[in-house]
């Protein structure tokens, strides 16, 4: 083959990629054919929140474009077609209108809303709920979750004959109500749920064992290598249902994008690395505190849902999350706690995450009353809400009970990697393609050391001496310190890792 050959084959391979239906487009094409994102994300062979991140602005590449753009190019053919015999005359016979369907005040903004035509157990309250989100039973607004309920089942159904009644077909991925039984609900941490919904991490962890026969070490190994795409599976998993729709891969400030190919970008985390500069004479002993799955608690946060949006002005709304350039106000209490932002030698204006600023300006309220305010100069945010990864978390801390319950650290490990490679895998990353939010990031990261703050100064606020705060969960502390914590290894328990004395007697120093 001569050179122009080679020049002009590669031109034939060549071309401009699929072309893609405008981004407003694509969300109404899906939601007219009544196709889930789920749906369509197992179709594509991608993840749910994808597909979220193709309807919000980002275009996939390569082979799943092309199938993605068949997807939509079919949608619209078909809704074409149907709305083109929706204008040709009738011939059927008139017939007396339907009743008007009432009106209700159903969110317009759920995916997948169908009324239930027998109740089933809400998966947030456990209560009936006569609708379902998704394939999920759920109560469409949180005024109507109530408290669970105490009994585990209720009565059968029977006919006047006495026979049970039949049950209506199900998907099998929804609680199934058998003949003549009432749907089973089991207690799972702060909800309930189906007593045969499959649970994803322990099916995993089953069929790991089996495949390595056994072996413990190999079936730890091969879990903690697949924790981030069975992390996002698992995340696409308890958002069925969700109210909110999130941008997995939206447009970020310069401000979050690394400066050198090595570096870092422009947000200040507050990490503490602490040490107490003094102790009162004589000797001391000092219990090293370790803060448990303190990544894990750090998911109850304020994570933005959409795209971050500029503003500036000495301002902050409760009601969205992101980050601050502020100028942080002095501290005056290193002698007995930690900066909240942590150790920083450069003065002047910095980003900050929504934890650190919340802290900052709580401690600057009449009740603590240690600071003066941060003042904000300028802001990235977008609404937020606290729950986003509640479902998510409240799966995973359920798994790690029960693995410390059980003495099972094959499954205590998978839990670890998946909720620390979450965190540390969702900026940029290689490892994770499906959520790209470099400042949900951030923000967890800076919620974990804020956790460490407070539980610093709830030590110092009741008697004991801080002598070090370092990291997300490490703090020690002179004192009782029993007498303030759980010892423990839940999440909200702390675990002695380390005893140790320091200082010195008169006698030494003479």
């Not at 407003?24 to 094409?29: F, K, V």
């Not at 929140?49 to 092309?66: C, L, Q």
């Not at 089933?120 to 394939?135: D, I, K, S, Y």
């Not at 109210?243 to 200040?268: E, M, N, S």
Request: net charge negative; aromatic share 6%; charged share 25%.
């Amino acid at each position: 083959m001569t050179d122009f050959e080679a020049i002009d084959a590669l031109l034939a391979r060549a071309g401009q990629e699929t072309p893609l239906p405008p981004v407003e487009e694509r969300r109404p094409l899906r939601e007219a054919l009544n196709v889930s994102r789920a749906q369509l994300a197992q179709a594509l062979g991608v993840g749910a929140s994808t597909v979220g991140g193709w309807e919000s602005g980002r275009d996939p590449s390569g082979e799943v474009r092309e199938k993605y753009a068949y997807f939509l190019n079919g949608a619209r053919t078909k809704l074409d077609t149907a709305a083109t015999a929706d204008t040709e005359p009738a011939v059927e016979p008139a017939v007396e209108p339907a009743e008007e369907p009432a009106e209700t005040d159903e969110p317009a903004d759920l995916d997948d809303v169908d009324e239930l035509a027998d109740p089933q157990p809400c998966v947030l309250c456990g209560q009936p709920a006569h609708h379902q989100v998704e394939g999920f039973p759920q109560h469409l607004h949180p005024a109507d979750c109530g408290p669970a309920p105490t009994a585990p089942a209720t009565e059968p159904a029977t006919e006047p004959d006495g026979r049970s009644e039949a049950r209506r077909p199900t998907a099998t991925d929804r609680p199934v109500r058998q003949a003549g039984h009432g749907v089973k609900v089991v207690p799972v941490g702060r909800r309930m749920q189906s007593a045969d919904t499959p649970d994803p991490i322990t099916s995993a962890v089953t069929a790991v064992l089996a495949e390595h026969a056994g072996d413990v070490e190999a079936a730890t190994a091969a879990l903690v290598k697949r924790a981030i795409p069975d992390a996002m599976q698992l995340l696409d998993h308890t958002r069925k249902g969700g109210r909110y729709d999130i941008i997995a891969h939206p447009w970020l400030p310069d401000v979050l994008r690394k400066q050198t190919a090595r570096g870092a970008d422009q947000v200040w985390e507050g990490r503490p690395k602490w040490a107490r500069p003094e102790l009162p004479s004589g000797v001391h002993e000092v219990t090293a505190l370790d803060v448990n799955g303190s990544y894990l608690s750090a998911l109850k946060t304020h994570l933005p849902l959409g795209q971050l949006e500029h503003s500036t002005g000495d301002h902050h709304d409760r009601r969205r999350a992101g980050i601050h350039l502020i100028t942080p106000p002095a501290w005056n209490h290193d002698q007995v706690l930690p900066n909240p932002i942590g150790n920083r030698d450069e003065a002047g204006p910095l980003w900050v995450t929504e934890p650190t600023l919340r802290l900052l300006q709580r401690l600057s309220g009449p009740k603590y009353a240690l600071c003066e305010p941060p003042v904000i100069h300028e802001s990235w945010t977008s609404g937020a809400t606290e729950g986003l990864l509640e479902k998510f978390r409240i799966t995973l801390k359920d798994a790690r009970d029960q693995a410390i319950a059980d003495g099972d650290d094959v499954t205590l490990e998978y839990v670890k990697a998946m909720y620390s490679k979450f965190v540390s895998t969702m900026g940029e990353s290689n490892y994770n393609r499906e959520l790209y939010r470099t400042d949900w990031m951030h923000l967890i990261r800076s919620q974990a050391f804020a956790n460490l703050w407070w539980k610093a100064h709830r030590a110092y606020d009741e008697g004991l001496m801080v002598v070090r705060a370092m990291g997300t969960d490490e703090l020690h502390v002179i004192g009782d310190w029993r007498a303030i914590f759980t010892e423990g290894r839940g999440l909200t328990e702390m675990e002695p890792k380390d005893i140790y004395t320091v200082g010195t007697t008169t006698e030494e120093k003479a």
